[in-house]
């Protein structure tokens, strides 16, 4: 076989066999595939799209170029994790986990880095200072042992492949493929020894899937290959035409988090709805283990963890078993009001001026490596349907710019009022 002949092949739309697959994985791992040709294997893939079977292929691909985590020596405890295709302002990493952990069950998340305009769960974390994200097998089990949960990156030998070929989509143009995006979460998530898992896949503007259709199909290729492959695997499709929550931002979305593990801002329709989301997520998992006998059963039990404290405990536990240090809410940067120049009805929230904002400001990556500044982002005021009225805040934008006229002016724009009365969005779809 020869890399170009493989390349031709995909580009012109005819479907790679098994052996194929992983002779172009294989080759990635050892170097005889070189970064530059898997960037046009990817390119190949997002354009031409894969066969279910290709895709579960290139899924058990990436996971044997790597190693399983073992399981407990008991192994008595359900071991469940959740994934979401990621948007503005989704934070639900950061509460479910220890959400879960303290409702019995144990939480080993291998997580990820910005990719596109999604802020990424370890950039946020590692707002908090000292806190760790890339622990040994062995650091990680310690973790899971004493909280219950651990957050972490892919290590070099979980699903190689997956992580090398992850940064190269960031910056190639080639996030949004179904195929890939089920192969590199599954492969991930397979390599942690799952009881359980439940994905959340966003649809709207600030998702990879645009339309409800698109949604569709990457949740039924995620159920099919993930329950085939022996993982039971639930899917929940909500809306992304708005950030989830206020804040958009490494350090102000842990803050929002830990608002949410304290049960605080319930009554805020914005915090509501990142707890709602969450809760739900959570629930689905609880009842595929058995841990609860059905949703109102897990419901209950979640709802108890948060206003109990129990939830918030665990999150602490893991914050200091991976070296963090909690001391009070992350500090962000100075704030500028953006206020609406007419009375109306929000509209249209321009999720893609939105997050692009973000990374202009350093809160995410235009290119492989570069650094992130925690304490930039956007607070939203608003919401889709909310009537407003002229002069009011809209958002508050977080910079160290001492004269963000141009930010202000393309976020103002970014937030479209009508005259006329609009209905709210529905968050799960």
Same mark, same amino acid.
């Given at each position: 076989?020869?890399?170009?002949?493989?390349?031709?092949?995909?580009?012109?739309?005819?479907?790679?066999?098994?052996?194929?697959?992983?002779?172009?994985?294989?080759?990635f791992?050892?170097?005889n595939v070189?970064?530059?040709?898997?960037?046009?294997?990817?390119?190949?893939?997002?354009?031409?799209?894969?066969t279910?079977?290709e895709?579960?292929?290139?899924?058990?691909?990436?996971?044997?170029?790597g190693d399983?985590?073992?399981r407990?020596?008991?192994?008595?405890?359900?071991? $469940?994790?959740?994934?979401?295709? =990621? %948007?503005l302002g989704?934070?639900?990493? #950061?509460?479910? *986990?220890?959400? &879960? @952990?303290?409702?019995d069950?144990?939480?080993?998340?291998?997580?990820?880095?910005?990719?596109?305009?999604?802020g990424?769960?370890l950039?946020?974390?590692?707002?908090?200072?000292?806190?760790?994200?890339?622990?040994?097998?062995?650091?990680?089990?310690?973790?899971?042992?004493?909280a219950?949960?651990?957050?972490?990156?892919?290590s070099?030998?979980?699903?190689?492949?997956?992580r090398?070929?992850?940064?190269?989509?960031?910056?190639?143009?080639?996030v949004?493929?179904?195929?890939?995006?089920?192969?590199?979460?599954?492969?991930?998530?397979?390599?942690?020894?799952?009881?359980?898992l $439940?994905?959340?896949?966003?649809? =709207? %503007?600030?998702?990879?899937?645009?339309? #409800?259709?698109? *949604?569709?199909a &990457? @949740?039924?290729?995620?159920?099919?290959?993930?329950?085939a492959?022996?993982?039971?695997?639930?899917?929940?499709?909500?809306?992304?035409?708005?950030?989830?929550?206020?804040?958009?931002?490494?350090?102000?979305?842990?803050?929002?988090?830990?608002?949410v593990?304290?049960?605080?801002?319930?009554?805020?329709p914005?915090?509501?709805?990142?707890?709602?989301?969450t809760?739900?997520?959570?629930?689905?998992?609880?009842?595929?283990?058995?841990?609860?006998?059905?949703?109102q059963?897990?419901?209950?039990r979640?709802n108890?963890?948060?206003?109990?404290?129990?939830?918030?405990?665990?999150?602490?536990?893991?914050?200091?078993a991976? %070296?963090?240090?909690?001391?009070?809410? #992350?500090?962000? *940067?100075?704030?500028? @009001?953006?206020?609406?120049?007419?009375?109306?009805?929000?509209?249209h929230?321009?999720c893609?001026?939105?997050?692009?904002?973000?990374?202009?400001?350093?809160?995410?990556?235009?290119?492989?490596?570069?650094?992130?500044?925690?304490?930039?982002?956007?607070?939203?005021?608003?919401?889709?349907?909310?009537?407003?009225?002229?002069?009011?805040?809209?958002?508050?934008?977080?910079?160290?710019?001492?004269?963000?006229?141009?930010?202000?002016k393309?976020?103002?724009?970014?937030?479209?009022?009508?005259?006329?009365?609009?209905?709210?969005?529905?968050?799960?779809?």
């Amino acid at each position: 076989m020869l890399t170009a002949n493989l390349l031709a092949k995909k580009r012109d739309g005819e479907p790679l066999g098994e052996e194929e697959i992983r002779f172009l994985i294989d080759g990635f791992c050892n170097g005889n595939v070189a970064d530059y040709q898997m960037s046009a294997f990817a390119m190949a893939v997002c354009l031409q799209g894969m066969t279910a079977g290709e895709t579960a292929a290139l899924t058990r691909a990436m996971l044997r170029s790597g190693d399983v985590l073992p399981r407990d020596v008991s192994g008595q405890t359900p071991r $469940v994790d959740k994934h979401s295709t =990621g %948007g503005l302002g989704d934070k639900v990493s #950061l509460i479910l *986990a220890p959400l &879960l @952990a303290a409702c019995d069950v144990h939480v080993p998340m291998i997580s990820g880095r910005g990719l596109g305009l999604t802020g990424g769960t370890l950039d946020k974390l590692e707002a908090i200072p000292g806190f760790r994200t890339n622990l040994s097998e062995s650091e990680s089990a310690d973790v899971l042992r004493q909280a219950g949960a651990f957050i972490v990156s892919a290590s070099e030998r979980i699903a190689p492949a997956d992580r090398r070929l992850y940064a190269l989509r960031d910056v190639t143009g080639t996030v949004e493929s179904i195929p890939l995006i089920t192969a590199s979460i599954l492969s991930k998530k397979l390599a942690a020894s799952l009881d359980a898992l $439940v994905m959340d896949v966003k649809v =709207g %503007g600030a998702a990879f899937m645009k339309t #409800l259709e698109d *949604a569709r199909a &990457l @949740a039924d290729s995620i159920e099919q290959v993930g329950n085939a492959a022996g993982l039971p695997t639930t899917v929940l499709i909500s809306d992304m035409d708005q950030p989830l929550g206020k804040a958009v931002g490494n350090a102000i979305e842990v803050n929002e988090a830990v608002a949410v593990l304290k049960g605080e801002q319930r009554s805020d329709p914005a915090i509501g709805a990142v707890r709602e989301l969450t809760l739900e997520l959570s629930a689905r998992v609880l009842v595929a283990v058995s841990v609860a006998a059905d949703r109102q059963d897990a419901l209950t039990r979640l709802n108890q963890a948060l206003d109990d404290g129990s939830a918030m405990e665990r999150f602490l536990a893991m914050v200091a078993a991976q %070296g963090g240090h909690w001391t009070g809410d #992350l500090t962000a *940067a100075p704030g500028w @009001a953006v206020d609406s120049r007419h009375d109306g009805y929000v509209q249209h929230l321009d999720c893609q001026q939105i997050g692009s904002t973000v990374i202009s400001l350093g809160g995410g990556r235009r290119l492989l490596g570069d650094p992130i500044d925690p304490t930039v982002g956007i607070t939203m005021q608003v919401r889709i349907g909310d009537r407003v009225q002229r002069g009011q805040t809209l958002l508050h934008l977080h910079c160290h710019d001492d004269q963000p006229t141009e930010y202000v002016k393309r976020l103002r724009d970014a937030v479209v009022i009508s005259e006329a009365p609009v209905a709210a969005r529905p968050l799960i779809f």
